[in-house]
């Protein structure tokens, strides 16, 4: 039996299709923007790996374009063929998935909660939870299940840095702002590239006319962003916004031109068309 990096049974074939599959969750959570090539490199160390079809699915399913629906319903119908010998954990996934491809997003958050219910370690149906969440603007979902799960994590599992961003962003968007700011501030002390603590940072502080702060923390946390993917955009809108703000319009427009919206970016063009840049 193979188990992945927070302890959890894994249906896969070697210690190296485990590792591959950490690889790719630890990109995931981590918004870097090679994670789709992570997950290339473990369906090549492990083609019958039931997660990896899931995992290939519901990333497909975040760029919420209904052209995709083919390719997540051959995602499916893998895994479905591949999840008659796996766990129930896994079998809930691939049940998650079925219900965001039928668009019935309510059942998809509640396998997602009862997942980590029972599993408060599966980090991966934690952040598919609270990306959904979000687009779907349940704050009060996002809050109520990390707070769930925070109880059971501890400072030296991998991941906790996730559960502490996630919490922060929860807290701001229901207006718990010291809250926010601690968790931001937990979950950037143990990586300092967490761009989805430092987005929630920023929207507390942009919440709170915290202008000067904010244009502060983005540029001194920015040197750590490489690798990132396309949430980079948001981070330097967040940054055109406080300039807005301050009435600096023409660092408004050198953002605008250079950063989040430059066509000639190795992220616009990998993505050109990405609805949070549009």
């Known amino acids: 039996m ?43 160390a492990d083609p019958d790996c039931p997660l990896a079809h899931v995992m290939r699915g519901a990333f497909t399913m975040g760029a919420f374009n209904a052209n ?16 008659s010998r796996a766990s129930e954990r896994e079998r809930a996934h691939l049940s998650a998935l079925e219900h965001w491809a039928a668009g019935d997003f309510d059942a998809t958050m509640a396998v997602w909660e009862q997942i980590c219910r029972q599993w408060p370690h ?64 937990t979950a950037i002390s143990i990586d300092p590239g967490d761009v989805w603590a430092t987005h929630a940072i920023a929207h507390n502080y942009e919440m709170q006319g915290r202008r000067s702060e904010g244009l ?39 953002l605008y031109d250079n950063n989040f919206r430059n066509p000639d970016s190795p992220l616009t063009q990998q993505m050109p068309d990405l609805y949070i840049d549009v």
């Open 122 to 185: 599966d980090i991966l149906a934690f952040r598919l939870h609270h990306f959904l969440g979000f687009w779907l603007g349940k704050p009060e979902n996002l809050m109520a299940n990390v707070e769930a799960v925070l109880p059971h994590w501890s400072r030296d599992l991998p991941g906790i840095g996730t559960i502490h961003a996630c919490r922060a962003f929860a807290h701001e968007e229901s207006g718990s702002y010291v809250i926010a700011e601690h968790a931001g501030f």
């Open 2 to 44: 193979h188990r992945d990096a927070q302890g959890l049974e894994l249906t896969c074939a070697s210690e190296e299709a485990a590792h591959a599959f950490d690889h790719v969750v630890e990109g995931y959570i981590g918004n870097r923007n090679d994670t789709s090539q992570r997950l290339n490199a473990l369906l090549a």
């Open 68 to 83: 995709n629906m083919d390719f997540i319903g051959k995602c499916i119908s893998d895994a479905q063929t591949l999840c």
């Open 216 to 254: 502060e923390l983005l540029k001194a946390l920015e040197k750590n962003w490489d690798g990132a993917n396309n949430l980079l955009h948001h981070l330097w809108w967040h940054q055109a916004l406080f300039h807005y703000d301050r009435r600096e319009f023409d660092a408004v427009l050198h």
